[in-house]
């Protein structure tokens, strides 16, 4: 069974950078995409950017400007930077696997989520 | 980016009661739709995947339907765990979006 757990800060200043780890435990990462996601308080669902475990990245456009995604296969983790942070990026952030089923993409596993207030 | 629009945004509904959930695409996304049920302070579960095909594990009273632009998720007979927040997403292509969301209370 794939678990996945988010860690950092749950406090960043506004202008600072977010830095968040995801371990992966129970499978390996390769032939796997693994993905940020995150979720504003009382709000809906964004995907950060996604990373596949060779190094390639795909960011979303509105966030590509500030956002990195890094792996470290020999560790099991990925790591998330969003820097120039601002008080509309307090969110809970997840982690999760990008994976085909039935050559759909989905967010099979998901880690628990890490909740990031960003203020003074 | 391709919208995503669910609807209703939430619904009361009764234990035993047929539920349908509509997502439809700001433009055809062929098959590539996934939906997700949130709870309360935890993270999304993955329920279908490809617009129709249940994922291990998820109760066969949950169903999908649809192609194109528009589809539904059906939960025939609802049940006390089943009261959450239902979530449609695209994987057609970059950035992967997701509907608002319907919440499903108890009425």
Redesign the interface.
Known sequence: QVQLQESGPGLVKPSETLSLTCIVSGDSMRNYYWSWIRQPPGKGLECIGYIYYSGSTTYNPSLESRVTISVDTSKNQFSLKLNSVTAADTAVYYCARHHYYGSVFSFDYWGQGTLVTVSS | ?IQMTQSPSSLSASVGDRVTITCRASQSIS????W?QQKPG?????LI??AS?L?SGVPSRFSGSGSGTDFTLTISSLQPEDFATY?C?Q?YS????????TKVEIK
């Open positions: 980016d098959n590539y739709l996934n997700y935890k993270a999304p579960k993955f995947y490809a095909s994922q979530y997403q994987s970059n950035p992967r979006t997701f509907g608002q969301g």
